[in-house]
């Protein structure tokens, strides 16, 4: 990239992300200790999951995808001015909107509460989503507050808000649930209202960076703007299409609560794993790339925009693919090290959770592809291709789903249903891929392509060496060690023999990501 701001405005935000990550990491054990892959834990996990679906769709996804293009352009063509004009009419509409959304919602869940009939794990369910659904407020507020920063190219105040949500939950596990008492129901429903003041917290941190900018802190509901309509017309098959993917999350949930209470928890925990790297590199370089990809858009530059797009999709390749072997080979032994510490996380949690792991690892590659296409798309306006992609991808997957629940061994299914997740994204970046190579000619494929095969034969040699080092190592240590000491040692050594193993492969094998990275990193 010639324009290093790319990976180090990446860098700012990955920093702040990983801070979010381990902090989040931290808040997924003692939430392990706590309800393991209990029905408490997957009620929760289903119920955090419903406002999160809006989120996405009034946040981070549609909203943001069509606000910040428009909102740059503007800026570019009419001044911060205007700009700030258009972004109170779009703040005071989606807070209308969401409002009325929260209401209802809450209502709704009252009324599920009382319904004769109701299984015990949709009552705990409901009971959960009723105290968090108003966080779709505060958190799509924080979310239009971050596309507003990121357009600005102010990336560390709206990277460092997720922390909060983590620190607070942590903090209320620590310091409400003893005030509580054992109860567990009663310690779930704590951490239902700590979700909430996260999400008021949230919006609060980002305003002074807000003012900074010029702000003005009003609200208009002068909507009758072209902006607007142009936002809104963006918005409408993104919204489409997020709703679709969102809402297939959503069922996936519920899918897993028909295979069995256990098993939205494990979904969730080998999740977890997936997102650390996912978020730490790859949601920071996607955060980056949709503001550098409008602002090479609005001035017709796609030879700049084909650069961006093949470099970028090297270096995630560079990073992805030995991060996705190496959860592969050792998923049992890092959900072990992680979780399992004498509470209600046990052995058959672990199993459970490494079964699906196994099986999200590949998605790591191209999930982070995601990350690079669509802001693409978004970039040029048109959001009407990443959604017929979406609503492929959505309806393959359910399909899938479905069959792996219907013919799988009960303690399999939940891990077929992430095989086929990984397989539907698969199949739907390779179509967004032949789509973008249309769009934007110059893309340096053949560059792509040698250098995705040349770190799966470096992550080849390093997963075979860290699965060595794993296996042999533990038995050594636990001659030595306490049983977790030795498990979390066993681990940090597998994962450091594999990445030097990696490193050294790559130095010997004159890989040009790692001479870019490093250079970028290091320009001021």
């Known amino acids: 990239m010639k324009d290093a701001k790319v990976i180090r405005s990446a860098g700012v935000v990955g920093s702040f992300t990983l801070l979010s990550r381990g902090l989040g990491m931290l808040r997924d054990i003692i939430i392990a200790y706590h309800f393991g892959t209990s029905l408490l834990a997957s ?59 929260a209401i209802v919602g809450v209502l709704i869940f009252s009324v599920g509460l009382n319904v004769p009939g109701v299984s015990e794990k949709w009552l705990t369910t409901f009971a959960l989503s009723r105290i968090m659904f108003p966080y779709v407020l505060f958190i799509c507020l924080a979310a239009l507050s971050m596309a507003v920063l990121n357009s600005y190219k102010h990336f560390a105040t709206s990277a460092f808000a997720p922390c909060l949500l983590n620190l607070i939950l942590i903090g209320v596990m620590l310091l409400v649930f003893p005030l509580v008492g054992k109860e567990p129901d009663a310690r779930a429903i ?16 980002q305003m002074p960076a807000l003012k900074r900018f010029g702000c003005p802190f009003k609200f208009s509901s002068r909507w009758n703007d072209p902006r607007i309509r142009q936002m809104l017309l963006l918005m409408g098959p993104a919204a489409l299409g997020m709703a679709v993917t969102q809402f297939n999350v959503l069922i996936d949930r519920m899918l897993a609560m028909w295979i069995g209470a256990w098993a939205p928890a494990a979904l ?39 650069e961006t797009i093949g470099q970028s999709l090297r270096h995630l390749a560079f990073i992805m693919i030995p991060a996705s072997l190496g959860l592969l080979v050792l998923s049992p032994n890092i959900l072990r090290a992680i979780f399992e510490w004498n509470g209600s996380f046990d052995a058959q949690s672990t199993l459970l959770s490494a079964r699906a792991l196994m099986f999200y690892a590949p998605g790591l590659i191209v999930f982070s592809a995601a990350k690079v296409f669509v802001p693409a798309f978004y970039a040029m306006q048109d959001t009407k291709t990443p959604v017929r992609i979406g609503i492929g991808i959505v309806v393959l997957n359910l399909a899938m789903n479905i069959i792996f629940i219907l013919t799988l061994p009960t303690y399999w299914k939940h891990a077929g ?61 636990q001659n030595l060690l306490p049983a977790k000491m030795a498990q979390i040692a066993s681990v940090a050594l597998a994962v450091g023999t594999g990445g030097a193993t990696y490193f050294i492969l790559a130095l010997g094998l004159k890989a040009p990501e790692l001479r870019e990275i490093k250079s970028a990193l290091k320009r001021k």
């Open 268 to 306: 969730f925990y080998s999740e977890r794993m997936i997102y650390f790297p996912l978020g730490v590199i790859a949601t920071a370089m996607g955060t980056v790339l949709l503001p550098t990809f409008s602002s090479h858009a609005a001035k017709g530059d796609h030879g700049a925009m084909s």
């Open 190 to 205: 704590a951490l239902a209202w700590g979700v909430l003041l996260a999400g008021a917290a949230q919006v609060a941190i």
């Open 417 to 477: 249903m992430a095989f086929s997740t990984v397989v539907a994204e698969a199949l739907g970046m390779a179509a967004l891929g032949i789509l973008l190579a249309k769009r934007i000619p110059g893309i340096q494929w053949r560059a792509v392509l040698l250098s995705f095969l040349r770190c799966l034969a470096s992550a080849l040699l390093m997963a075979v060496a860290a699965w060595v080092v794993a296996h042999h190592s533990l038995p050594l240590l």
């Open 43 to 101: 009620a929760f996990f289903v119920a955090f999951t419903i406002p999160n679906l809006f989120r996405r769709l009034f946040g981070e996804g549609a909203l943001s995808a069509s606000f910040i293009p428009v909102f740059i352009e503007t800026r570019t063509k009419q001044g911060d001015r205007a700009a700030w004009e258009m972004a109170a009419k779009v703040v005071t509409m989606i807070a209308a909107l969401l409002s009325a959304i």
